[in-house]
């Protein structure tokens, strides 16, 4: 998903000035790309041809001077738990009538079920485009290279459902030298060369698969900040030692560990010890190591990461655990049941300092709490 845009939208309005006057053609053109969908929640309802003031419609943004078309967001909107509504889900095919909003610079199509079309080559003539969308929208097979052409692009999301799209190479990419975030979520990359953007800033190659250790471009992305690493299907026999040095050597080189805020290694079900090595990324604020299948302590050297604030890691039992410092870490809400089972050897736990709520649940415990 792309987390950029540059108006806030009402789904059920569209964001525009009152005055603002339809484009008559690209209202045609909106009307034909909705002649080919099918909207069981009614989600385009506005769109018709008596409302005359097509800026209005939902989904849509105007340019309030000129009147043209610059955003159209169509995304089906996910539920409070951040499920798809899958019957919400708008079906059908991409109608090229989109091809006459020429001033189109924001297309979100994602969280839809275009039931395992490929996308349309003709998208790569979307030439104004900036941010596209098309998350978790049922497309399959290879993406296309014709995307290479949208070279004002800041934002791509590709991400699909099990291996559904895939790349070919990686030559069509290089093209986007604008490109800040790029999400490819559980895309085949097996096939994929390694051809990566310096602008990138956020990486989302959750769930992919490659062969081998991470791809040894990505330790020189100089601007990058968020990578997303999560549930990475790596293709090799089981990997064991140290967390990071055996797989992540790659991104411990270059000036990647110096640059990253955010790190994502989840569900990877990695064994061994944690690395001293991760202190290597200095300014990371966000780390996330859940779901593997570590042995060991959090080593002590993790107390370097000055800037981390938010550390989630699996917790096993601690039974050699003595002394256990809490305080200070902006900790809010209440302490979950479990907490207290895992330590129950400690005799000194500091939660001071914090925002926490609820009940402590130390009547077993032989420790002191502050």
Not at 33 to 50: A, Y
Not at 74 to 84: E, F, Q, S, T
Not at 250 to 272: I, K, Q, V
Not at 331 to 343: L, Y
């Amino acid at each position: 998903m792309i987390l950029v845009t540059k108006a806030t939208i009402n789904v059920s309005y569209g964001s525009s000035s009152d005055d603002v006057v339809c484009i008559e053609s690209e209202k045609k053109a909106l009307l034909s790309f909705k002649r080919d969908l099918v909207d069981p929640s009614n989600r385009l309802l506005s769109w018709d041809v008596s409302h005359n003031k097509c800026c209005h419609w939902a989904g849509i943004v105007c340019n309030n001077l000129t009147g043209h078309i610059e955003e159209l967001h169509v995304a089906n909107p996910l539920k409070y738990d951040d499920d798809v509504d899958v019957d919400g889900a708008l079906k059908g095919k991409i109608n090229p009538s989109l091809l006459s909003l020429k001033h189109l610079s924001y297309l979100d199509l994602s969280y839809n079920d275009f039931g395992g079309i490929q996308i349309p080559k003709f998208m790569g003539s979307l030439g104004s485009l900036k941010y596209l969308d098309l998350t978790l929208a049922g497309f399959i097979i290879l993406i296309p290279h014709q995307l290479g052409n949208l070279s004002s692009l800041r934002g791509l999301g590709l991400g699909c459902q099990s291996q559904e799209l895939s790349v070919e190479h990686w030559l069509w990419l290089s093209t986007l030298s604008l490109l800040q975030h790029l999400d490819m979520r559980n895309v085949n990359l097996s096939k994929a060369s390694d051809h990566w953007l310096q602008s990138l800033i956020h990486l989302g190659l959750a769930g992919n698969v490659l062969e081998g250790p991470i791809p040894c471009g990505i330790q020189n992305l100089t601007a990058l900040r968020h990578l997303d690493l999560s549930c990475y299907k790596f293709e090799t026999e089981q990997i064991g030692g140290d967390i990071v040095s055996n797989a992540f050597d790659n991104l411990m080189s270059g000036c990647l560990s110096s640059s990253l805020t955010s790190l994502d290694l989840s569900e990877n079900f990695f064994s061994g010890h944690l690395t001293d090595q991760m202190v290597e990324f200095k300014n990371l604020a966000s780390l996330y190591l859940g779901d593997n299948m570590p042995r060991g302590p959090i080593p002590e050297s993790f107390g370097k990461l000055c800037a981390l604030q938010v550390l989630s890691v699996w917790v096993n039992p601690q039974h050699r655990l003595k002394e256990f410092d809490l305080s200070g870490t902006q900790i809010a809400d209440a302490i979950p049941n479990w907490f207290w089972n895992i330590f129950f050897g400690v005799y000194y736990l500091n939660l001071s300092h914090n925002q926490i709520s609820g009940t402590f649940l130390i009547c077993c415990l032989m420790l002191r709490v502050f």
